[in-house]
C-alpha cells in the first residue's frame, strides 16, 4: 500500500499562501520560517517569509543581517555552511508598520502635498506608529501587495499577536467600514462647511465635550486629506478579503498543548470554519516524547524505585562508582520521569480532545535547545511531515 | 518619592509575553494580596475571560465581582467605562440610550489614538484614587501593547490640547508615575523569545512611560537535578554498560527513563543560560522572583494558590 502523502507538503506544494495564526509565545514565527525553509528545500520554487516579528534570533537563523521591510534572499552560501540543500529560494521580509503605512499613503496619495500634509500628521503618527489596529490592517495589505507581485510560487506569513482571534482578518474590512461610514461624515462636515446637521448634533457636541474643538478638528482635517484615497482603501480590503478565502489560501493554527493556548486554538479554528476558510492543519508545538506515556516506560519507572537499592549497589560495584551517588542519581531519574509524566499525560489528553474541523493534527516535538540555523529550522519543518501520533 | 515595597502598592500592572504564565502571577499576586488581609480588585483588559479561569469562576463583567474574601474581578469594557465617566463627570443624559454613544464611541475610539487605552488606564486609576481596595491588580495587555496602554496619558496630552480628557489625564499620570502607589511586574520564562523580549519592554518602559518596573517574575524555573558531579554519575549510568544493567533490572527497559532524565537536564542548562541573559540585561537592584515549573497544573485555581505561596515565600 502507498503511504498517505504528508498533509503538509500538499499545503506547500498546492497553495500559494499559507497562513499561521494562534495565541502568542507557542513558535508561530520560527514554524512560518521551517515551512519557508522546508518548501525551498524540498520542492524548490521561490519562497518568501513574511514576519512580523523581528526577532534577530530568526534573522541570525536565516542567515541575514537582520530583516527589514524590504525582501532580502538568503544567500546561499548559508544554506551550503548549514548543510541544507536547496532546490529553490528562500526570501524573507518583516513588516515595519510604520514604513509600509507611510509607503501606502505614498502610493495612493494624488499629489506631492497630499502626501507630505498626511505623513506630517501629528494624528497620523501616533495612529501608525503606536495602535494595534494600523499593524493588522497593515499587515494584510501587505501581503496582498507582495501576493500581487507574481513573484512568488509560496508565501508563508505568521500574523500579528492580536488581542482577538483573528483581528487582522477583519482589518481590511473595518477599515473599508470605517472610511464609508456615516459618522465619519458627521465628524468632517462641520469642519468643511461650519454647519453642524440636526442628525449629527448629539454626537458632535458629546465628542466636543470630551475631546475639545481642536483635536475634533485635527480628525477632521487628517480624515479630509485621506479622502482622496478613500476609494482605494475600500477596494483594497475588499480585494484582501477574496485572497484569503482564495483556494490557494490555507491557514494553519499553532499551539503549544498547554490547556490555555489549546483553548485559544480552538477558538481560532473555530472562527476561520465560521468564516469559510480553509485550515489546512493543526500544527502542535514542543510536543514530549511520546515514551513518557508508554505503559512499558511506567512500570519501568516503578520498577526503578523498587529496585533502587539493589540496582544502585550492583551499578556502583560493576562501574566502579559511589553507592551513594548512584541512590541519589536513581532517585532523580525516577523523579524527573514522574514530572514530565504527568505533563506528557496531561498534554496528550488535551490533544486527543482538540477538535480540529477536521484538519491534521500535526506534532512536532520539542526541539531540543533554541533553533540556530538554517538546520534547525529544516529538522522543525521535517517533524512537520511525520505522520501524527 | 521613594518606591514601597510591592506589596504595598495600590496599582500593579503585570504584563509579559504571550505563554509564560502572565495571568496565572497576576491571579497568584492577586490572591496572595487577599490572604494577606488586603482587599484586592483584579482587573481583566483583554476580555479572554482567562483571569476569571484563574479563579474558576464565570466571565467578569465592568461592576467588580466579590470572588472571595478580600478579592474581587473585573473585566475591562472601554464602552462601559465612557459611560460611566460620562455619568460621572458630564451628567450627559445618554444611559438609556446606548446604540448610538456604542456607535459613536466605537468609531471616535477607531480615529482617535489613545482614546480606548485613556478609558482603560482611566478607569483603574479611578479605582486607585477612590481607593475602592487596597491594591488594583490589572492583569495587563502582553508585551507587545503595555507600553501605548501605559503612556496614553502623555499621548492624549500631546494630541488634545483642550477639552475634557485633556483635564483628567494629570491626575492619572501622577498617580502612574508614583512608585509608591504603582508599580509594573513583568512576567517571562527563562527562554530566549520570552527573555529577549523583556529586556526589550525593560527599554521600552523606562524611555517611553514613567511607571516603575518593580519586579521581573521568571516563571516556570524548572528544579536542577543533577549536580556537575552527579551529571558525570549520570553519563556513566546511561553509557553501554551502564544501559544493559538497568535494561537487565528493569522490566520494560531503561531507555525512556534516561531519556526523561537527559531532557530535563538540557532544558534545564538552556535555561539557566537564558536566566543569566536576563538577569545580565537587568538593573542590578531590580527584585528578580522565582516560580518553579508546575509540573502538576499550568492553569486553574490549583496552579494560581501555588503561585500565591510561591510569591508569598518571595520576600517582595
Excluded at chain 1, 182 to 206: E, H, Y
Aim: hydrophobic share 45%; aromatic share 4%; net charge negative.
Amino acid at each position: 500500500m502507498a503511504e498517505s502523502p504528508s498533509p503538509i507538503e500538499n499545503l506547500l506544494a498546492a497553495r500559494e499562501i499559507l497562513v499561521t495564526c494562534g495565541p502568542g509565545g507557542v513558535g508561530k514565527t520560527t514554524t512560518a520560517a521551517a515551512l519557508g525553509v522546508l518548501a525551498a528545500s524540498r520542492l524548490g520554487g521561490r519562497v518568501l517569509v513574511l514576519t512580523v516579528d523581528p526577532a534577530r534570533r530568526l534573522a541570525d537563523a536565516l542567515g541575514l543581517k537582520g530583516i527589514g521591510n524590504e525582501v532580502t534572499e538568503v544567500p546561499s552560501s548559508v544554506f551550503a555552511a548549514a548543510g541544507v540543500p536547496v532546490v529553490g529560494s528562500l526570501s524573507a521580509a518583516m513588516l515595519d508598520t510604520k514604513k509600509s503605512w507611510d509607503d501606502l499613503i505614498a502610493r495612493h496619495a494624488p499629489d506631492v502635498e497630499t502626501r507630505d500634509r498626511i505623513l506630517a500628521n501629528p494624528l497620523y503618527q501616533s495612529l501608525t506608529g503606536r495602535f494595534i489596529q494600523s499593524h493588522d490592517y497593515i499587515a494584510m495589505e501587505r501581503l496582498y501587495e507582495l501576493h500581487a507581485t507574481g513573484e512568488w510560487d509560496l508565501i508563508v506569513v505568521d500574523t500579528p499577536p492580536t488581542r482577538n482571534a483573528l483581528d487582522f482578518l477583519d482589518a481590511p474590512t473595518r477599515m473599508a467600514d470605517f472610511f464609508s461610514s456615516r459618522l465619519l461624515r458627521w465628524l468632517i462636515a462641520p469642519a468643511r462647511s461650519g454647519i453642524v446637521n440636526f442628525a449629527s448634533k448629539p454626537f458632535t457636541q458629546i465628542a466636543d465635550r470630551i475631546l475639545g474643538t481642536e483635536f475634533l478638528g485635527d480628525i477632521a482635517e487628517f480624515f479630509i486629506s485621506m479622502q482622496s484615497m478613500y476609494g482605494g482603501f475600500v477596494e483594497r480590503a475588499n480585494a484582501v478579503a477574496r485572497l484569503m478565502a482564495d483556494d490557494r489560501t490555507s491557514f494553519l493554527v499553532v499551539s503549544s498543548s498547554e490547556a490555555v493556548p489549546l483553548r485559544e486554538a480552538e477558538f481560532f479554528a473555530e472562527q476561520l470554519a465560521a468564516r469559510d476558510l480553509d485550515l489546512g492543519a493543526v500544527i502542535l508545538n514542543k510536543v514530549l516524547p511520546a515514551s513518557l506515556t508508554d505503559p512499558a516506560a511506567t512500570r519501568s519507572a516503578s520498577d526503578l524505585e523498587e529496585k533502587s537499592e539493589g540496582l544502585a549497589a550492583r551499578l556502583s560495584s560493576e562501574l566502579g562508582l559511589e553507592e551513594v551517588a548512584v541512590s541519589r542519581v536513581l532517585a532523580t531519574i525516577a523523579e524527573s520521569f514522574a514530572d514530565f509524566a504527568v505533563v506528557a499525560h496531561r498534554e496528550a489528553s488535551a490533544r486527543d480532545r482538540l477538535p480540529t474541523q477536521g484538519a491534521p493534527l500535526l506534532a512536532v516535538p520539542r526541539m531540543e535547545g533554541d533553533i540556530a540555523d538554517l538546520s534547525g529550522l529544516l529538522a522543525m519543518g521535517q517533524a512537520m511531515l511525520a505522520p501524527s501520533p | 518619592m521613594g518606591a514601597a515595597p510591592l506589596v504595598e502598592r495600590n496599582l500593579i500592572f503585570v504584563t509579559g509575553k504571550g505563554g509564560v504564565g502572565k495571568t496565572t502571577v497576576a491571579a497568584g499576586l492577586a490572591q496572595m494580596l487577599a490572604d494577606q488581609g488586603r482587599s484586592v480588585l483584579g482587573c481583566e483588559i483583554d476580555a479572554k475571560g482567562d483571569l476569571a479561569a484563574a479563579f474558576e469562576v464565570p466571565p467578569s463583567r465592568f461592576v467588580p465581582q466579590k470572588v472571595s474574601d478580600g478579592l474581587s474581578l473585573m473585566a475591562m469594557d472601554t464602552e462601559a467605562s465612557l459611560r460611566e465617566y460620562l455619568k460621572l463627570h458630564l451628567r450627559i443624559p445618554i444611559v438609556g440610550r446606548i446604540g448610538p454613544v456604542a456607535k459613536a464611541f466605537d468609531f471616535l475610539a477607531t480615529a482617535a489614538p489613545g482614546v480606548k487605552e485613556i478609558l482603560t488606564i482611566g478607569k483603574v486609576c479611578w479605582e486607585v484614587k477612590e481607593r475602592h481596595y487596597d491594591t488594583v491588580v490589572v492583569d495587563a495587555p502582553a508585551t507587545g501593547h503595555i507600553v501605548s496602554q501605559l503612556s496614553a496619558p502623555q499621548v492624549i496630552n500631546d494630541l488634545v490640547k483642550v477639552g475634557l480628557i485633556r483635564s483628567q489625564t494629570d491626575w492619572m499620570s501622577e498617580i502612574l508615575a508614583d512608585p509608591a502607589q504603582t508599580g509594573l511586574v513583568i512576567v517571562t520564562t527563562p527562554e530566549e523569545m520570552p527573555v529577549s523580549e523583556t529586556l526589550e519592554l525593560v527599554g521600552a518602559v523606562a524611555a517611553q512611560t514613567d511607571v516603575d518596573l518593580a519586579t521581573v517574575v521568571v516563571n516556570r524555573l524548572l528544579p536542577e537535578r543533577f549536580t556537575p558531579r552527579d551529571e558525570v554519575v549520570f553519563a556513566e549510568i546511561s553509557g553501554p554498560e551502564g544501559r544493559a544493567i538497568l535494561d537487565e533490572e528493569i522490566g520494560g527497559g531503561a531507555g525512556p527513563l534516561l531519556e526523561a532524565a537527559r531532557l530535563a537536564t538540557v532544558l534545564r542548562r538552556s535555561r539557566t543560560q537564558h536566566l543569566d541573559t536576563l538577569r545580565a540585561g537587568l538593573p542590578a537592584d531590580l527584585p528578580v522572583l522565582l516560580i518553579p515549573e508546575l509540573f502538576s497544573r499550568t492553569d486553574g485555581l490549583r496552579a494560581t494558590r501555588q503561585v500565591a505561596i510561591h510569591l508569598g515565600e518571595e520576600r517582595l
